[in-house]
Every structure is written in C-alpha cells, then in structure tokens.
C-alpha cells in the first residue's frame, strides 16, 4: 500500500513539522511493516503553465513536428518544437523552461532542433512522472492560471510511505486506515472519509437480491445517468493516483479507484445498458463460464461467488468483473456496485483462477461491512460533480443478518500478557482509540468497530492496548528455566543426526511438504505402491502442489536441480521432516464444538483420523564426492556414499545397520540397498533409477538415501556414551576372498562378524574394512576378489600374534560356509 503523506494530513490533524520519517516510525512502533519512505517531484523544478498561442506544421519530415508558440506569463511567447499531435491553440499546457529539471535528472535546454531553436519542451505526464507512459501531451484544464509554478499547482511534491499490509490488518489498506493509526500514534484529532450524512431513500436503485448469504451478507447499488463519458479526470486526483501507484483509466474507474485506496471498499461500475433482468449474487452453476476484463474465458467452479443478471454471469464477485458489462468510452449510463463478500471464499476463488486484484487483495484480507451504502453513495456523488452525471433516487439494499461480536476481558488481561501495569483507564483509553465500545469496569464488555473483523478474543485486545501503549515499552527479562526439563531425547538425535551430516559435508535444506500427483510418476512409484496414496489439502497453497509429502525426495530432488542449476556442479544435500502416510481404514475425523474443550472420546478419534506422521531423514548426491586437485583426481558420488550417510545417521543412535540388496523405487534396481537395524526395514540407498534422474533433470548416476528416523529411534541406545580410548595398540589381520561375482560385499561381511562372534571375540573387533574389489583372470571368470582389513584391540592387553589368526581362520571358516568363500591363495 503506497500511502501519499499529503492524502493522509487530510485525516489526522498532524503537526506541520512531522516529517515523513517521523510518520513512519510511529506506525512502525505501532505495529506496521512500514518497508520504506520516498521522496517523490523533490527532483522536479523550472516547469510552468503556458498557453499555445501558434502551431506552425513543419513538413519533410518523417513524423508530425509542430513548431508551437505558448505564452507562459513573461513579456514574449517561448518557440518550442514538440512532436504530440493532441493538443491545439489555446490549450493549457504544462512547459519546462531552459534550466529546468525533470524527473530522473533530465536537464532542459534551449536547442536547435528540425531548423527551429526550440526554447523549452512541453510536457507530458510521463515526462513529469505521473504515469509510465502516455500518448500525448498533458492538456490543463482551460482556468488554470498562466505562468503558475506547476510543481506547486498541482502538489506534485510529496513523501510517500510504502507499507506492507499484513493479513490481519484489511483496515490499514486505506487512506482511511492509515490515517486513523497515524492519528491515534501522535495523539492528535483523526477526521473520518467515511462519516457522511446520507440522505435517506424511500425507493429502490437497479434490483438486486441475494442468493447465497454465506458468501455476500450485503450488496449495495446506486444508479446514474447521463454521465459524460469524454470528461477527464481531475488532474489532483490523477497525480494521488499515480502516487499510490495506480494509472488513471477513465474519470469512472478513477472514483471507483480513488475511493478503494480512500476508503478500504472496493467498488465495481457496470454499464446500466448492458444489464438483462435483476442482479442475483450467487455461487457458479455446472458448465457457466466468464470472459472477465483481462480477455480470459474461465470455466468457473461450483465454489465460485457470482454477480450475474438474466443473461448469466457478469463478474467474479470481489475478484474481477465480466467483458461484457465493461465501462467504455460511450457509457453514459451505470449501476455503481458495493458489496461485502466472505474473505476465505474470495482468497480461495483468486488462487483457483489465479488472479489478483486490488479489490481481492483488499476483500481477502476483510473489508468493513459498513462501508458499501457509504462508499457507493460518495461515489455517485463525484460522478455527478466531476462527470455531469444524474444521480437516481432511492437505493438497492439487501443483506443479510450479521451478528454482533461482544468480547468479555477482564480489565487487567493486558497486564498480565504483558507483565506490565497499564492500569483500567489506559485500557479503556486504548481499546476505544482502536474504535471499540467499552463498558465495565473489573469485567469489560468490548463490542469491535467493524472495521476490526480480526479482533475476536481477548488476546486480540491485549494485544491492541500493547502495541499502542509501545512494545518497547515491555520490560525485558531472561526466561527462566524450569529445572527437570529440556529435549527429548528423540530431540536430541534429531539434533545430532543434522550435526552429523553435517560434519559430512551434506547442506541442510528445508522445503515445503507438498507435492504434486505429477512427483509420483516422476519416482517411478508402481500403481499400487503405497506412496501414491496422498493426502490432499481443502485449501492449498497452489494448485500445483496440492498434496502432503510420504516422502522427503521429490522436493529434495527439486532443490538438487536447483542448486545444479546455479553452477554447483558437486552437491551433497539432507533434509529432516516428517512425512504423510494416511491410513486406510482411517475413519472421518469429528468436529467438535468451539465454545468447549474436546472430550477425550472426541480427542482419540481424532487422533484416529490422522495420517501416520514419521520423521525421516534424506540425503541427495551429485557430481564429485572427493574433489580433484594438485593431490590427484577426484571421486565421483556413488551408491556407496548414499549407504555411508545411512550409516553416519544410524551410528548417531548407537545401531549398526545391515545392508542388503535390494529392488525399490526411485532407486537403480542392480543399485539399491535395503538398510534394516535388528532386523527391521528402516529405509533404502543407492543409486536413481535412470528414468528419474531424467524426470528431475539430473545427473546420470545421482544417488540419494531416505531413513525412517522414527523407526531408528525406538532402536537408539538411549544416552550416547564416549568411546573408551584404549592404551593398548591394534592388532590388524588382511584376508582376500574369492566369491562368486554376484555375491555382495555385505553378506560376507556380515558372515566375517558372524564367524568372529562364534569364535567368542566380538568385544575385540574394531572393524571391518573392505579396502580392494578385483576381478580378473587371477580368480576366474565370474568371481570376484574382495580383500578386508579385520581390526582387533584389547581394553586390557596387547593381543598376540595367535588370538587375531585364531579370529581370522574363525572368520574365513564362516565366509566359507555362508557364502562359498575361498581364501584367495589358499
């Protein structure tokens, strides 16, 4: 919201010598994202109003060039070359003089120019900084005084605060709003746009009814006649405009325009001759469509609020208005609409046509219900001032029932919210700054303005009498700690798990839990594998990604190709998150009641509802694992980095994984490895399917990991303690097996430890290292040599020479009765 400084004096009564940055730390210690303050038409100097006296027409030339003659109030006219076509003699013209300044530092000078010195340069809005663009001259109106300061004529210096509007402030999208927390910031007298005195109707304007309560409780229609559609637009209310970052279009859609940024209602104009039979306000009936302003045909949705007449629909109801019932140049007679629709509906109507509006923007964050009977009668009323129009008796006027909100707060709940005495007057004092009506005196009784649709508990209203009493005003002190508490420890592994990975040289990322049903098919999921079966949320974020994760690689996958995009070429990345796994005999969750606690009865179905929630970790890899340098080549990423990260998180839990091959997607069926801890499934590695590597536009030969976390923590051993450092050295033992070629590497690892542990020296072993893989004519076609580094030490003594072969023979007896090993040599 781009608020004019000098829009907004009109309303709060502020001192002279407030500058614009003082406005704006007010509001920001009030509570508003004020994002900047801008000087704008400081830079403006030298331009004056004139008159054009003489047009000589030069020819020979490619395009029209006008040699005009414009008095400008001194003792002769000023000759000055201008090449727009859309003025002629006698028109008011604004001309900036040699040594004048435009917007932007544009230096004017005298200069010959198409064989005539032109003295000046007469000027449009876009050469003043009123529009972007403009066809032709900005024409004044014919009273305008001559050789007048057009600078100071027009104010078209100014200070303009840039204010982000927060979802639950609606109020503060206005002149009006804004005005009202200036004023109430500085202590001084606030003037309300919106206090008119309207005139009371007898009769009814255009008919109109409501169909559908739930989605318009109030609908609003006045009527006019004999509008002159060629009239322009004042130029005051073009340059507010253009401050507050809107084009001027039309005189009518500019009051429209105008009296939205004013007033916080928007309003909607419909051409009278265009309308067929009464207008209903309704949802979307099967099969209607809409061609709206922007030339789009949209097929409408059954959720869709309407206003439409005989002939079908005329406009999506707070969102954007019909071709058909369109002001244009030859309107003469028109139906000014305002109406007050339900804010949820109208949200989710403008992400379902994906549109955006200065009205949606302004109804989806809550409109003051009150406003429509004002803002479309003030709205006829400049019609007929500026435009010559005739205002129609009577008003059309259906609504809806609407209950009062009543908030009951005890007089000193914003002092214990805030942990500061503000006493029951200042409570008082505040809550009727914001507009509510108080009574009580222990036990206030707060009735909201309605313009405050977000104040709806009493911690609404606490919150109201702290930030204006100032935030900063709340005394700072440390929490303290309640003793006995601190993380779980499921918390703690969490914790320990990303500081690990970490360590590892992975990049944490975070991505939103959604997905779309397009991720299924790009994993490669089969059709009836269970990650298929997604939950989908009422009220998505984009319709795109409408459904909750059941696993973390889709967005994973997305941020690799992402940063890979970017010119990293080797990338690690994990992300921990829970996912979604519904249940399939999961019952319809209940809905009880607001004005109680649930029951415990109502808590476990509830509970029962609800998906199963895992937390997971997940890793992705690409490019070079090991970079290349002056110490020799690089390592790519591989299945086996995947697996070392599976085995980095599981050694954080204190469980040792076994690894199996394995077929499961997204993953290579000859490359991916099931990770079990105590015999239980607790997630996959390995390398992508060739398919999804392509669907994700990877690398070939990307790989990725997913543990359940969940599943490990139930397994953890509790409080991690440090390892015993041992005194006495380590005894070492190689051994090369000969196994057949599609034997893998971890079941005759597992087969070693087994053997070990039948031998009785488990506690000795350190570790198993597998550090050569060897296939060649030295062990035969379709075998493979795998050599291992077995690790012994004792806690108490040095090991001899003896106990580690003994370990070893026990070992390779093992290998060769699981898996067919041979001892390579042997």
Same mark, same amino acid.
């Given at each position: 919201m781009r608020v004019p400084v000098s829009w907004l004096r009109e309303y709060a009564q502020l001192p002279a010598e407030v500058t614009a940055r003082d406005i704006a730390q007010k509001l920001i210690a009030a509570g508003l994202e004020v994002e900047s303050v801008e000087a704008v038409g400081h830079d403006v100097s030298g331009v004056v109003t004139g008159q054009v006296l003489e047009i000589e027409e030069l020819t020979g030339f490619k395009k029209p060039i006008r040699f005009c003659q414009v008095d400008v109030g001194e003792a002769e006219p000023r000759g000055i070359v201008c090449g727009a076509t859309n003025f002629t003699v006698g028109d008011r013209v604004p001309a900036s003089l040699p040594g004048a300044v435009l917007p932007g530092g544009f230096k004017i000078a005298a200069r010959k120019t198409y064989g005539r010195v032109s003295d000046g340069m007469i000027c449009s809005e876009a050469e003043l900084g009123l529009a972007e663009s403009s066809p032709g001259i900005l024409v004044l109106p014919p009273d305008t005084p001559l050789g007048a300061d057009f600078v100071e004529l027009v104010g078209l210096r100014d200070e303009v605060l840039d204010i982000a509007i927060t979802p639950d402030r609606g109020y503060t999208a206005s002149i009006r709003g804004i005005a009202r927390e200036a004023a109430t910031a500085f202590g001084v007298p606030f003037r309300d746009p919106a206090d008119v005195e309207i005139p009371a109707e007898t009769g009814e304007s255009y008919p109109a009814s409501i169909a559908d309560p739930t989605g318009c409780d109030r609908f609003v229609l006045r009527e006019v006649r004999g509008f002159a559609p060629d009239t322009p637009s004042p130029l005051w209310m073009r340059v507010r405009l253009a401050r507050a970052g809107m084009r001027s279009v039309s005189l009518a859609v500019d009051v429209t325009n105008y009296l939205m940024l004013e007033l916080g209602q928007p309003l909607h104009a419909f051409d009278r001759t265009k309308l067929t039979g009464p207008i209903v306000v309704r949802r979307a009936e099967p099969g209607e469509r809409l061609e709206t302003l922007d030339h789009v045909v949209r097929d409408l949705h059954p959720d869709d609020i309407l206003i439409t007449d005989g002939s079908g629909p005329l406009s999506l109801a707070g969102t954007m208005g019909g071709l058909n019932t369109e002001i244009d140049e030859k309107s003469t007679d028109m139906v000014i609409e305002g109406a007050h629709f339900a804010a949820s509906d109208l949200a989710r109507q403008g992400r379902r046509h994906k549109l955006k509006s200065e009205a949606l923007y302004r109804f989806e964050r809550g409109v003051d219900r009150e406003l429509p009977l004002v803002a479309t009668y003030r709205a006829v009323r400049m019609l007929a001032e500026l435009g010559g129009a005739e205002i129609l008796p009577g008003v059309t006027h259906a609504e809806a029932p609407a209950e009062t909100v009543t908030i009951t707060i005890p007089a000193n709940h914003p002092d214990r919210v805030a942990g500061v005495t503000y006493g029951h007057d200042t409570v008082v004092r505040r809550l009727r700054d914001v507009g509510c009506e108080v009574t009580g005196e222990d036990v206030l009784t707060v009735t909201p303005p309605s313009w405050r649709p977000d104040l709806c508990d009493p911690n609404d209203l606490a919150e109201e009498v702290i930030r204006l009493e100032g935030y900063e005003n709340i005394p700072a002190r440390a929490p303290r700690s309640v003793a006995g508490r601190g993380l779980t420890p499921a918390q703690r592994l969490r914790r320990r798990v990303g500081r690990a990975l970490a360590a590892a040289g992975y990049h944490e990322v975070i991505n939103y839990p959604f997905v779309s049903a397009a991720d299924s098919d790009a994993l490669q999921l089969p059709a009836d594998d269970a990650r298929r079966r997604a939950l989908r949320l009422a009220n998505p974020l984009t319709e795109e990604e409408p459904f909750l994760r059941t696993t973390l690689l889709p967005a994973l996958l997305r941020s690799l190709h992402r940063n890979l995009g970017r010119g990293f070429s080797d990338v690690a990345l994990f992300e921990t998150g829970l996912v979604y796994r519904p249940r399939p005999d999961a019952p319809t969750p209940p809905r009880p009641p607001v004005d109680r606690a649930p029951t415990a009865e109502e808590l476990a179905a509830i509970e029962a509802a609800l998906p199963d929630q895992p937390f997971r970790v997940a890793v992705v890899l690409a490019g070079q694992r090991e970079p290349a340098g002056w110490w020799g080549e690089g390592r790519p990423a591989t299945w086996a980095d995947a697996i070392e990260a599976a085995r980095i998180v599981a050694a954080e839990a204190g469980v040792e994984l076994e690894v199996k091959a394995d077929q499961h997607a997204p993953w290579h069926p000859g490359r991916c490895a099931a990770l079990f801890a105590d015999g239980t499934l607790v997630g996959h590695a390995g390398e992508l399917h060739p398919r999804v590597t392509k669907a994700f536009d990877l690398p070939a030969r990307a790989c990725a990991m997913e543990l359940d976390l969940s599943?490990?923590?139930?397994?953890?051993?509790?409080?991690?303690?440090?390892?015993?450092?041992?005194?006495?050295?380590?005894?070492?033992?190689?051994?090369?097996?000969?196994?057949?070629?599609?034997?893998? %590497? !971890? +079941?005759?690892?597992?087969?070693? @430890?087994?053997?070990?542990?039948?031998? #009785? %020296? !488990? +506690?000795?072993?350190?570790?198993? @290292?597998?550090?050569?893989?060897?296939? #060649?004519?030295?062990?035969?076609?379709?075998?493979?040599?795998?050599?291992?580094?077995?690790r012994f030490r004792a806690p108490d003594r040095t090991l001899t020479a003896e106990e580690t072969t003994a370990a070893r023979d026990a070992a390779v007896a093992a290998a060769a009765e699981r898996v067919g090993a041979v001892l390579r040599g042997a």
């Amino acid at each position: 919201m781009r608020v004019p400084v000098s829009w907004l004096r009109e309303y709060a009564q502020l001192p002279a010598e407030v500058t614009a940055r003082d406005i704006a730390q007010k509001l920001i210690a009030a509570g508003l994202e004020v994002e900047s303050v801008e000087a704008v038409g400081h830079d403006v100097s030298g331009v004056v109003t004139g008159q054009v006296l003489e047009i000589e027409e030069l020819t020979g030339f490619k395009k029209p060039i006008r040699f005009c003659q414009v008095d400008v109030g001194e003792a002769e006219p000023r000759g000055i070359v201008c090449g727009a076509t859309n003025f002629t003699v006698g028109d008011r013209v604004p001309a900036s003089l040699p040594g004048a300044v435009l917007p932007g530092g544009f230096k004017i000078a005298a200069r010959k120019t198409y064989g005539r010195v032109s003295d000046g340069m007469i000027c449009s809005e876009a050469e003043l900084g009123l529009a972007e663009s403009s066809p032709g001259i900005l024409v004044l109106p014919p009273d305008t005084p001559l050789g007048a300061d057009f600078v100071e004529l027009v104010g078209l210096r100014d200070e303009v605060l840039d204010i982000a509007i927060t979802p639950d402030r609606g109020y503060t999208a206005s002149i009006r709003g804004i005005a009202r927390e200036a004023a109430t910031a500085f202590g001084v007298p606030f003037r309300d746009p919106a206090d008119v005195e309207i005139p009371a109707e007898t009769g009814e304007s255009y008919p109109a009814s409501i169909a559908d309560p739930t989605g318009c409780d109030r609908f609003v229609l006045r009527e006019v006649r004999g509008f002159a559609p060629d009239t322009p637009s004042p130029l005051w209310m073009r340059v507010r405009l253009a401050r507050a970052g809107m084009r001027s279009v039309s005189l009518a859609v500019d009051v429209t325009n105008y009296l939205m940024l004013e007033l916080g209602q928007p309003l909607h104009a419909f051409d009278r001759t265009k309308l067929t039979g009464p207008i209903v306000v309704r949802r979307a009936e099967p099969g209607e469509r809409l061609e709206t302003l922007d030339h789009v045909v949209r097929d409408l949705h059954p959720d869709d609020i309407l206003i439409t007449d005989g002939s079908g629909p005329l406009s999506l109801a707070g969102t954007m208005g019909g071709l058909n019932t369109e002001i244009d140049e030859k309107s003469t007679d028109m139906v000014i609409e305002g109406a007050h629709f339900a804010a949820s509906d109208l949200a989710r109507q403008g992400r379902r046509h994906k549109l955006k509006s200065e009205a949606l923007y302004r109804f989806e964050r809550g409109v003051d219900r009150e406003l429509p009977l004002v803002a479309t009668y003030r709205a006829v009323r400049m019609l007929a001032e500026l435009g010559g129009a005739e205002i129609l008796p009577g008003v059309t006027h259906a609504e809806a029932p609407a209950e009062t909100v009543t908030i009951t707060i005890p007089a000193n709940h914003p002092d214990r919210v805030a942990g500061v005495t503000y006493g029951h007057d200042t409570v008082v004092r505040r809550l009727r700054d914001v507009g509510c009506e108080v009574t009580g005196e222990d036990v206030l009784t707060v009735t909201p303005p309605s313009w405050r649709p977000d104040l709806c508990d009493p911690n609404d209203l606490a919150e109201e009498v702290i930030r204006l009493e100032g935030y900063e005003n709340i005394p700072a002190r440390a929490p303290r700690s309640v003793a006995g508490r601190g993380l779980t420890p499921a918390q703690r592994l969490r914790r320990r798990v990303g500081r690990a990975l970490a360590a590892a040289g992975y990049h944490e990322v975070i991505n939103y839990p959604f997905v779309s049903a397009a991720d299924s098919d790009a994993l490669q999921l089969p059709a009836d594998d269970a990650r298929r079966r997604a939950l989908r949320l009422a009220n998505p974020l984009t319709e795109e990604e409408p459904f909750l994760r059941t696993t973390l690689l889709p967005a994973l996958l997305r941020s690799l190709h992402r940063n890979l995009g970017r010119g990293f070429s080797d990338v690690a990345l994990f992300e921990t998150g829970l996912v979604y796994r519904p249940r399939p005999d999961a019952p319809t969750p209940p809905r009880p009641p607001v004005d109680r606690a649930p029951t415990a009865e109502e808590l476990a179905a509830i509970e029962a509802a609800l998906p199963d929630q895992p937390f997971r970790v997940a890793v992705v890899l690409a490019g070079q694992r090991e970079p290349a340098g002056w110490w020799g080549e690089g390592r790519p990423a591989t299945w086996a980095d995947a697996i070392e990260a599976a085995r980095i998180v599981a050694a954080e839990a204190g469980v040792e994984l076994e690894v199996k091959a394995d077929q499961h997607a997204p993953w290579h069926p000859g490359r991916c490895a099931a990770l079990f801890a105590d015999g239980t499934l607790v997630g996959h590695a390995g390398e992508l399917h060739p398919r999804v590597t392509k669907a994700f536009d990877l690398p070939a030969r990307a790989c990725a990991m997913e543990l359940d976390l969940s599943r490990l923590e139930s397994k953890a051993v509790g409080t991690v303690l440090a390892p015993h450092i041992a005194t006495y050295p380590v005894a070492t033992q190689d051994i090369a097996l000969t196994v057949a070629h599609d034997v893998p %590497a !971890a +079941e005759v690892e597992t087969a070693l @430890r087994a053997g070990i542990e039948t031998h #009785g %020296a !488990a +506690e000795l072993l350190e570790s198993i @290292r597998l550090f050569d893989v060897y296939t #060649g004519e030295q062990v035969g076609e379709g075998n493979k040599s795998l050599a291992y580094t077995l690790r012994f030490r004792a806690p108490d003594r040095t090991l001899t020479a003896e106990e580690t072969t003994a370990a070893r023979d026990a070992a390779v007896a093992a290998a060769a009765e699981r898996v067919g090993a041979v001892l390579r040599g042997a």
